[in-house]
């Protein structure tokens, strides 16, 4: 019972700091974006890492759902609506949802590694000591470059996943390519594009305030690094899951 | 207040979870002079530095830099102090994904709007100082221990700044680098006219660079004074202490259970003492 007060104010506490680190992060922001290269070169960092890693990805969740839709809809005789089922699951939950995931494991754990490194090394304390303040020129422009890249890489992932759809429905299974078109065009509706990209924006911003969070306040030795690592993919995709229920049940809600 | 003093320390302490590392310690750093501070591994000399420069808090006393109360000033009052200092990790903590000259040129670029020819005079100047012209093009993790340091101290050295603290900075080089760095210390105190912190253990080279002394063991200052009076100094700690030897006040072993029945392993040593 003591035990479960503690873990329950320690919770408390931690959310707590987590909140004002979220906050400093966002009041720091204009200052940081003012030196748009400290940005531009964590979008790179971020993007460039995981952008080879979601296109592959991106093509095969595609592909798979373009079989699955089309043995699923042929029962009914609906194939010519393939177009559409792709778009859809891919836009609203497959494409927000696995990139924020993928992001977590390539891009995540990276950032959380290498905050964490350099709070072991020293490096974050040389800073303050060269009075430059670590969460300006390390944690802010990591944080912005991963809340920038999640919404960029879903959008790939979504584009590629429908390409991946069609190779399977529309050349390989002899749906109509005309319908498989007109279909997803006539079907997605404005509502279902931003609650894609809300998510998007939302797990961006998620993923990267606890990769960034995670690594800046490891336990300045290996494992410590290591732990952080690991307890951001965790922490990240447990939230991530939570925040989809909740985003949808919303979109559903007010729709 | 005392003019002449960069650093005073009033009855500091500080403890590390329960284990008290300092209990009321005083201490006065003079301006414009080469102060070291020595201590056996683990009293707390990094911990110092780190207090005196506000990265950590102590639990009671009061810490004096250039006239300032560390505890009434806010992050941007302690940033403008810092700018003051330039610090030697131990560690040299370089960063890593940044060339040797960038490391040099950082804190200039991230303070002063300044030419790139300027930049590149600037550090060119304090590599060849540490005589690491040559290596500006190489990363940290190319570099061997005593070569980071040297880095780290060009870097420490690049904005001009009034005080410099050196956390051991002899450690770790050849004769040959020794020589030119101790040197270095003296003239850059000297020729800038700044207050430089030195801690070492290295009793010999510390000895030919600092005017005053102040020898720190089990929380307080053991003994002070310029080298000789050290040298000379009565007290058994000292004595022991500068002459190196493992037997007399100072423990040479950080506290720990008994030595014969932690061998024997009958488990009551590897309780927490
Ligand atoms: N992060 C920490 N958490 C807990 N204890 C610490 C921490 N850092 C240092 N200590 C303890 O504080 C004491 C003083 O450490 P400090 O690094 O200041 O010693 P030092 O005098 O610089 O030693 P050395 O000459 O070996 O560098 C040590 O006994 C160490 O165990
Ligand atoms: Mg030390």
Redesign the pocket.
Known sequence: MRDLWEAFTGFLRTFGALQLFLLRLIVESPRVLMRPRLVTQQIFNAGALSLVLIMVCGFFVGAVIGLQGHSNLARFGSEDILGLFSALSLMKELGPVITALLFAGRAGTALASEIGLMRTTDQLSAMEMMAIDPVIRVATPRFLGGAISMPLLTAIFTSVGILGSWVVGVPLLGVDAGAFWSQMQAGVGTADVWEGILKSIVFGLAASLIAVWEGYNAIPTAEGVGRATTRTVVITAVVILVFDFMITAMAISLG | MNADHIVEIEDLHYA??TRP?FSGLNLNIRRGEVTAIM?P???????LLRLITGQLVPDRGRIRVDGEWLAGLRRDGLYALRRKIGMLF?NGALLTDLSVYENVAFPLREHYELPERLIRHIVLTKLHAVGLRGAAEMLPTELSGGMARRVALARAMATDPRILIYD?PFVGLDPISMGVIVRLVRRMNDALGISSIVVS?DVQEINTVADSSYLISEGKVAASGSPDELSNAPSELVRQFMHGMADGPVPFHFPAPDYTSQLIGNGEGDDDA
């Open positions: 590390r979870g590392i201590g591994s683990g009293t707390g000399k990094t911990t131990q051991e253990h």
